[in-house]
């Protein structure tokens, strides 16, 4: 398959927010691997066809979606797409998509259900624009348009995400609560609800995305785990099978993790 990658010249006017430009094409029907990511992802599909992903519970979704962090792939069915792919900070996704993280985390929502006709609108408007700049541009003010309440996540909760962020999974989770001021079973419990994943599974996200995007680029698993603050080379491969369902030689060669780097030269959104 070939795979055209478009990127903004500039950031989004909100924090929290990332985007790029997808164009696949091939010979014929391709199958394929979202990994998980610590983000939440929005795909808004305005070509000629679209694709398939299935979800968790068996659920085949098509076209434009809405993604929550995830804790397994999904297998997907790519012919040919065009598309503007967000990624969402688990913090300001609620505020945008009007839906909160913890129901769409596992989830495939589509985007119909959640804006209704301004997600056609959007279709089509991106359909009828010819260039990256312009979609990225519309795109963009849509996403600020929609904002409705930015202070739907504690502060604490916040904070908490952007340490495990920052840390690459590494920020010692049990020492959260006792930073922000708060028990361990309120901040687990509000983070669940905010986020889509406890605080422990959420570093494990992160410190797994950091870690796979280290393999792809060639180092060696153990030297992955070394640095990555795994045990040893064994928890490395558990994780990434349990994330992946794969062997770490055989997730590294999936190609949106190829094109990853490409497509999000930052690896994570805080």
């Known amino acids: 398959m070939v795979w055209e990658i478009a990127r903004p010249s500039w950031t989004p006017a909100l924090r929290g927010v990332d985007m790029a430009g997808f164009r696949i094409h091939g010979d014929g029907p391709a199958r394929l691997r979202a990994i998980p990511h610590p983000a939440v992802t929005v795909v808004v599909e305005f070509g000629d066809r679209c694709f398939d992903v299935r979800d968790s ?138 986020i889509g994943l406890t605080p422990k599974r959420a570093a494990m996200l992160v410190r797994f995305d950091h870690a796979m995007h280290r393999l792809v680029r060639g180092h060696s698993p153990a030297q992955v785990a070394a640095d990555s603050g795994y045990a040893d080379q064994s928890h490395l491969y558990r994780d990434v099978r349990g994330f992946t369902g794969a062997l770490p030689t055989s997730a590294a060669s999936e190609p949106w993790l190829a094109v990853d780097d490409r497509a999000w030269p930052s690896s994570t959104v805080g």
């Open 57 to 194: 519970t068996g659920r085949t979704h098509s076209g434009s979606l809405a993604l929550g962090l995830a804790d397994s792939a999904a297998p997907v069915r790519v012919e040919a797409i065009e598309c503007v792919q967000v990624r969402l900070s688990p913090v300001v996704a609620h505020a945008i998509l009007g839906f909160p993280p913890a129901e769409l985390s596992r989830n495939i929502v589509g985007l119909d259900d959640l804006w209704g006709r301004d997600a056609t609108r959007l279709r089509e408007r991106l359909h009828e624009t010819r260039g990256w700049h312009e979609r990225f541009a519309l795109v963009d003010t849509t996403l600020s348009a929609r904002v409705r309440d930015d202070s739907w996540v504690d502060p604490e909760v916040a904070w908490a995400w952007r340490q495990i962020i920052v840390s690459r999974g590494r920020f010692r989770v049990e020492h959260l609560a006792a930073r922000v001021g708060w028990s361990r079973q309120r901040l687990w419990s509000r983070f669940g609800t905010q």
